[in-house]
């Protein structure tokens, strides 16, 4: 089953929109740490200073994280191959990140704020809504979690096998 498209999914991207929750993260970040140094809480807010400016780079387009161009990862599409686009600040893509780790052969990481051909295909299946978009094959999937990525990717080794 694929799952549902959020309601921004034929938005465009832009980069203005991007830097909303990096922003407010780190302002909103130091607004508290200032409210806690007011209260004699020194600690405290240095701690919530160094956690507000590293959760504000981490979800900034500022974090490359980690990229093949586009056309590179399209070249070695198949069913054993899974190509994965994502952007920073993006939760899911963070949280697909976090679960898919390490230098891997079989995985093609492609950013899509530095591809401008992977934003339009993109674009073509669900725009910025459908990040992360997990390619294995023919079988494209929006929104995709770490399950999902897993069971298309067994799907592909499966399909990539009886070809053989």
């Not at 140094?37 to 405290?44: F, G, K, N, P, R």
């Amino acid at each position: 089953m694929e799952p549902t498209i959020a309601p921004d999914a034929g938005r465009r991207m832009s980069r203005a929109s991007l830097w909303v929750r990096p922003v407010l993260m780190t302002v909103g970040g130091l607004a508290v740490a200032a409210l806690l140094l007011l209260a004699d809480q020194e600690i405290a807010a240095a701690v919530l200073v160094v956690a507000a400016v590293f959760m504000g780079y981490w979800t900034s387009p500022l974090r490359a994280g980690r990229h093949e161009p586009f056309a590179q990862a399209l070249s070695r599409r198949d069913d054993a191959h899974a190509i994965i686009l994502w952007a920073p600040g993006d939760p899911l893509s963070a949280r697909l990140q976090t679960a898919v780790r390490g230098d891997r052969e079989d995985v093609a990481w492609v950013n899509v704020l530095r591809d401008p051909c992977a934003v339009e295909f993109l674009e073509a299946h669900g725009g910025r809504g459908a990040l992360p978009l997990v390619v294995v094959g023919s079988t494209v999937l929006r929104r995709a979690t770490a399950s999902q990525y897993l069971e298309a990717k067994a799907e592909g080794e499966q399909r990539s096998a009886a070809a053989d």
